[in-house]
Structures are given as structure tokens and as C-alpha cells.
């Protein structure tokens, strides 16, 4: 019986060229672009790898270094940011 990834559309499948001709070759697929949890738009700056490159990265490389950097997309995050300091003022 075949391995369950070449029967599931978990894995990508890929043609690969050799010299003994083409073969399949299965792939982890990439994961969705994060989000923005307000606004739901792409976020900037967070990249499209799989868990066990993003272990390897630099933290710098995950994210933006910045409030809400991964979480908020710049806009969503420049209301927040403005809204916590007005809070403060009162």
C-alpha cells in the first residue's frame, strides 16, 4: 500500500528531473502569510517558512522589532499605540 503523503495533499507534490528520467517528490507545503488580528490584512516582514527553519532565524528575522511587531499590521498597531498613550493621559 502506498505511504499515506502521496495519497494526502498534505505534502506538495513536485517533479523533479534526474537522469534516470522525472520523479515525484514530496514537499512540506509553505504556511499561509500571518495576519493581522484587526484589520486581517498580510502582515510585513514575518516570513513564509516552516516551523523548523524559523527555529533556526534570528529573532530580528521573525519579526518586526517594533510594539505588536508579528501581531498588528503597522496601521492597526499606530491606532493601538495612540489609543494606550491617550489612556494614559486621563
Excluded: D, Q, W
Excluded at 17 to 27: A, C, D, E, L, Q
Excluded at 63 to 72: A, I
Amino acid at each position: 500500500m502506498a505511504p499515506h503523503k502521496t495519497k494526502s495533499r498534505t505534502f506538495a507534490r513536485v517533479s523533479k528531473r534526474t537522469i534516470s528520467g522525472t520523479k515525484t517528490v514530496y514537499n512540506r507545503r509553505k504556511p499561509k502569510l500571518g495576519t493581522c488580528s484587526v484589520t486581517g490584512e498580510t502582515l510585513k516582514g514575518v516570513p513564509r517558512v516552516l516551523p523548523v527553519k524559523l527555529r533556526k532565524m534570528a529573532i530580528s528575522k521573525k519579526r518586526p522589532s517594533r510594539p505588536f511587531g508579528g501581531v498588528l499590521s503597522s496601521k492597526a498597531s499606530r491606532i493601538e499605540i495612540k489609543a494606550r498613550a491617550r489612556k494614559l493621559e486621563l
